[in-house]
């Protein structure tokens, strides 16, 4: 087992100040990555405002199903993440291990449903640029709508949960990371800075998890044709 001594960078006085440094630091890593989903959240918004029938109209063909699904697990995830914190400040090994566990399989589970997910897309034509039929929205639904619009979302679609994936995914092997090391035994209620830090940025994930489940799949009224589940 490392001691703290061992932990503690050489230009830290001390472990607080060290646990000070790294959550300020991951902090300030949150507020760039603010700005980057904001901006695009800007233009989305921006667009839905311009062309809300187009939008609501490829909304609904999005699968609602596996999006809700995935925003419970989610939700699960930042559960048990967060009782992996508490179990790293009260000195419970094991119960450290078991909840870094169980955040790493609902975090799999939520990459392979949302993977599952963008299978179907590609099967359902919902793809610009790789599978994606213009002629198939010009004379479908009961009110028109503009195919490039409808391309326009699917776009949006594709950037932000491509974006969201990619920060999943970095959170995954940060998860196996700490299962590693607290397998180890280098945590305990004196030293738990990368348990805290890893758990701000999952939590973080998450956040923007709950915001992109009304923008792509819930806007509008879903009234335009049957989801494809």
Known sequence: MATNHTLLAHHFDNIEQQREAELLGMWTFLATEIMIFGAIFTGYAAYRYWYPNDFEAASSELNVLIGTINTVILLSSSFTMALSVYATHAGRREMLLTCLILTIILGGTFL???????????????????????????????????????ELMLTFYYILTGLHFTHMTVGMGLLFWL???????????????PVEVVGLYWHFVDIVWIFLLPLLYLTGTHTWSSLHF
């Open 112 to 150: 392979l449903l949302k993977t599952f997910e963008y299978y179907t897309d590609y099967r359902d034509r919902l793809m610009p640029l790789v599978s994606f039929d213009p002629q198939e929205w010009s004379g479908r639904l009961e009110r028109p709508v503009n195919p490039d619009h409808v």
């Open 179 to 193: 299962l590693f090391r607290a397998n180890r035994g280098d945590f305990n209620p004196e030293y738990y800075i």
